[in-house]
């Protein structure tokens, strides 16, 4: 049906023009001052003739005031002018017997005459009757109390530059078409927001208690990204008094991930969220440069068989991650504190100004809120306060004391005048010795007592803790093995000697610093959303909700694609139950993203895999099925076929490509011999790169993680996927990339492992 052909046709086109007309003068109101408010208002209004009569141009001009909005408030009036709405539902209240027509943006806008909303903002709580309503009987919560009610309508539209194209009636029998169309579309290699085709389950996750922390297990392109972002946004909207945006902090896996996601957020209507990764962030804390060694380092040490002993050396970064590592830390740091407390009195010259017992108390006991050094430095505030408020009453007392006596000597009678003569020098001269101290130790002794206290970096007590083996072995010798011990120190040892560190430090550094130093205030996010959680290990969680001093965290996830999980989480109950045991846990099954055809292959690796996690279900939308291309000619045949296969995506209508390899070097030899046998222009994508949308992007396994892009071709010409744990998941999360097209380019179809499976769920090589 055209969407002419919709009876409500008229009336929708009438609603939108006004919906446009209105924003129109509200932004035009906003913007203008005073003198040429009227000018402007005349253009807008030009040509407008409203039926309404709270829209005439004299009740325009005294409401303009009332028109006027904040600058963030038309920034996404102006954002969203070409599409004001994209639902609307018919509710009919109980409590009042009104039918209430209501249409659902992702802003809001109020006739400011009559009250009414003309847009209601999609996170809302009377959204969630579009979200989760079936028609018929159904109900909302807002503001504690439960409304309800009767659902009559709920209607989606297409709405493309301002025009209305589609109309669509949504009841219990049809599928959501809407969503169908949706996710047809091709990517733009940008995360998009899905406000209009949000699922319940989705729903469930974005608005779900917000004054607790969620974990989300979230199946491959089910929409965790994606939710996580919408979650934010509704954050922000419900809680806008309380929070303002700079107080959020999300944590990516890269920079290159970060470019993807950062148009979504301003078209949520939400700006200045501080995007970083637990990198960056954590060299903000430590305020100190440090060379880090490349994340993917030693997953590719792994993958390429680098390492002598690669059990030990997946044992220690798992150790680094570990609850036992944390405890360690916690002992260590007892210790530390230990060192800090002052044995001797506080003294100026003779007088005892605090006792050594009372300052221990203080950095014990009322100060155990604060990072240890910080509360030397309270003391040190203290003691200096001390000696300000005792100087005067030292000074006196030793004035007294000595002119008391002079004063005696001075009118005994029975006494040798010579003797008295030496006496009374001898105690001018004391006096003045002892107010010359007092006056000079009252401006040093404090300094002084400070300097007999330790006073070292992060650095110089996470090296002595990890590298010197008897003080470690103090530790930990309870819980590892004298093995174990000797090959942790000297695996320390050498990364200290050649002064850096690797991506397991980042906890036990950030934790450290925040016991011992603490973070600076404006590092402290009051609110934590964290994508592809599972590569985060347990004490990474810990050490960010120490600093962070919160546990409003948003973690979303998904085992089977734990890339790291030699160092990374593998079950979600620790995170649950020991580290943000307030939180509340979801899950989500369905894939949005891919083809059923693509995702029935996808799960075969998943069965290989042996996780506890139930495979994916897509959403029903058919494509084709995987194929598999034998490469076997010389580098030159095989970019030919390439180039071909990609020419061919491209007439299919993909719009964004990619060529995963395992790993770089595999990427970096295709993008070489691209370059010498084809036209077509390519992007070897690096970790702070942003993507190119006009070129074949060329990108290894690893870094894919998180993206998608219309089609994937896999390709493995020197190095294979083999059947272990990180090498499954790598190719899993390759295959679940692609929106709608997925093939393969290898040497043999066991480089995939694809020998293993189903082969009813792939084509192998189609002629050409
Ligand atoms: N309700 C929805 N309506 C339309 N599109 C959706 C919906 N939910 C998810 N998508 C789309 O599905 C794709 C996958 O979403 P997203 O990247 O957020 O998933 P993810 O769970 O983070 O995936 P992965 O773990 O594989 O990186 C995106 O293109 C997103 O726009």
Redesign the pocket.
């Given at each position: 049906m055209g969407v002419e052909q919709h009876p409500d046709y008229e009336k929708e086109i009438e609603w939108l023009d006004f919906t446009k007309q209105y924003m129109k003068i509200v932004i035009k109101a906003s913007e203008s001052n005073e003198e040429n408010f009227r000018e402007n208002l005349k253009g807008a209004l030009e040509g407008v003739d409203f039926k309404d009569s709270s829209f005439n141009y004299i009740n325009m001009l005294t409401n303009s005031n009332l028109l006027r909005r904040t600058n963030e408030e038309v920034r996404n009036l102006k954002r969203n002018e070409k599409k004001p709405y994209f639902a609307r539902i018919n509710f009919k209240r109980d409590e009042t017997g009104l039918e209430e027509i209501l249409y659902f943006g992702k802003v809001s806008l109020f006739d400011k005459e009559t009250q009414q909303p003309i847009i209601v903002d999609w996170r809302s709580q009377i959204a969630n009757l579009y979200y989760d309503g079936r028609l018929g009987e159904v109900s909302y919560k807002a503001e504690g109390e439960e409304y309800e009610g009767y659902l009559s309508l709920k209607r989606q539209y297409i709405i493309d530059d301002g025009e209305l194209e589609e109309i669509r009636d949504v009841d219990l029998t049809t599928t959501d078409e809407l969503?169908q169309k949706?996710?047809s579309e091709s990517?733009s290699n940008r995360?998009?927001d899905?406000v209009?085709?949000?699922?319940e389950e989705?729903n469930n996750i974005i608005r779900a208690d917000l004054n607790k922390p969620i974990i989300v297990q979230?199946?491959?392109?089910?929409?965790?990204?994606?939710?996580?972002l919408h979650r934010i946004s509704y954050f922000i909207y419900t809680y806008a008094e309380y929070f303002s945006p700079d107080q959020l902090m999300i944590l990516a896996p890269n920079r290159l991930f970060i470019d993807y996601i950062s148009e979504v957020l301003p078209e949520l209507g939400v700006d200045n969220i501080l995007q970083t990764t637990l990198v960056d962030f954590v060299k903000k804390c430590i305020s100190k440069p440090i060379k880090l060694l490349s994340p993917e380092m030693k997953l590719l040490g792994f993958i390429n068989g680098d390492f002598k002993d690669p059990d030990m050396v997946r044992w220690v970064a798992k150790f680094k991650g570990s609850f036992e590592f944390r405890d360690i830390l916690d002992h260590y740091s007892e210790d530390i504190l230990q060192t800090l407390l002052p044995e001797d009195d506080f003294f100026v010259s003779k007088f005892r100004l605090y006792k050594a017992r009372d300052l221990r108390h203080l950095i014990t006991h009322e100060y155990r809120y604060l990072p240890y050094y910080k509360r030397i430095e309270k003391v040190k505030k203290i003691l200096q306060n001390t000696v300000r408020l005792e100087k005067k009453k030292m000074l006196h007392k030793v004035t007294s004391f000595y002119d008391d006596k002079l004063d005696k000597v001075l009118f005994k009678t029975k006494i040798d005048p010579e003797k008295r003569r030496s006496y009374v020098i001898k105690a001018m001269d004391k006096k003045e010795a002892l107010i010359e101290e007092i006056t000079k130790q009252s401006r040093t002794a404090v300094n002084a007592y400070i300097k007999k206290l330790p006073n070292h970096d992060l650095f110089y007590y996470y090296k002595k803790l990890v590298t010197d083996q008897e003080l470690f072995a103090m530790y930990a010798s309870d819980l590892l093995t004298e093995e174990q011990i000797q090959f942790f120190c000297h695996y320390e040892t050498k990364l200290h000697l050649e002064k850096s560190y690797e991506q397991e430090d980042l906890a036990a550094l950030l934790y450290l610093q925040s016991k011992l130093f603490g973070i600076k205030k404006e590092l402290k996010a009051r609110n934590v959303v964290i994508?592809?959680a599972q590569d985060y290990s347990y004490f990474q969680l810990i050490a960010l909700k120490s600093a962070l001093e919160t546990d409003m965290f948003t973690i979303?996830?998904?085992l089977a694609?734990g890339i790291h999980s030699y160092r990374g989480i593998n079950d979600w109950t620790p995170v649950l139950e020991e580290i943000f045991p307030r939180a509340t846990y979801k899950t989500?099954q369905k894939?949005?993203?891919t083809t059923i055809e693509i995702m029935n292959a996808a799960n075969e690796l998943l069965k290989l895999l042996q996780l506890e996690l139930p495979l994916v279900e897509p959403v029903v939308r058919h494509g084709e099925q995987p194929v598999f291309h034998k490469i076997n000619g010389s580098e030159k045949n095989t970019i030919t076929d390439l180039t071909k296969e990609i020419e061919d995506l491209y007439a299919d209508g993909m719009k964004t490509i990619a060529i995963i390899g395992k790993t770089n070097k595999e990427c970096s030899k295709l993008a070489k011999a691209f370059k010498k046998y084809s036209e077509l222009p390519i992007q070897l994508l690096k970790e702070n790169e942003e993507i190119n949308k006009e070129e074949v992007v060329i990108v290894s396994s690893h870094l894919s993680?998180?993206?998608?892009f219309d089609a994937v071709i896999i390709y493995s010409n020197e190095e294979k996927f083999t059947e272990n744990e990180i090498e499954i998941k790598l190719l899993y999360?390759s295959m679940?990339?692609p929106?709608h097209r997925l093939l393969f380019f290898g040497t043999d179809l066991s480089n995939f492992i694809l020998h293993k499976v189903n082969r009813d769920l792939y084509i192998e090589n189609p002629p050409h």
């Open positions: 969503l949706s996710l990517a995360l998009t899905i209009s085709t949000i699922q989705q979230g199946a491959a392109g089910s929409g965790k990204t994606t939710i996580a994508d592809e979303v996830g998904d694609q989500l894939s949005y993203r993680k998180g993206l998608e999360v679940t990339r929106l």
